[in-house]
């Protein structure tokens, strides 16, 4: 085992990305492994299951479509919900109405 005091702080920075990517790669391989042991189960009583990766979807979507873009960022985007984001505040503090920046769809 290493001694952690004996190294450098830019060593104990890779040791920390090594073990983080060896600690990803046996969760997702322990993931896939109990997938295929619940869709075998499932197999043996006459059942189909899906699995949904919600790992993958969450990051993807806030679950809210925008409602309201910057013109001058298109990046940034606003639901609706909540207090309006500093952009858009500051374009109604303007005398711009927040109507101006809807989303066509």
Excluded: C, H
Excluded at 8 to 21: G, H, R, T, Y
Excluded at 76 to 103: H, T, Y
């Amino acid at each position: 085992m290493t001694n952690l005091d004996d190294l450098s702080p830019d060593e104990l920075q890779n040791l920390i990305k090594e073990a983080q990517a060896k600690l990803e790669q046996k969760q997702n391989s322990m993931r896939k492994d109990i997938i295929a042991q619940i869709k075998e189960l499932a197999t043996s009583i006459g059942v189909t299951v899906d699995i949904i990766d919600d790992k993958k979807s969450k990051r993807s979507s806030s679950g809210v479509a925008a409602k309201y873009a910057n013109p001058s960022n298109p990046t940034q985007v606003w639901s609706g919900r909540g207090l309006p984001p500093k952009w858009l505040q500051a374009l109604i503090d303007e005398g711009r109405n927040k109507e101006e920046f809807l989303i066509d769809g």
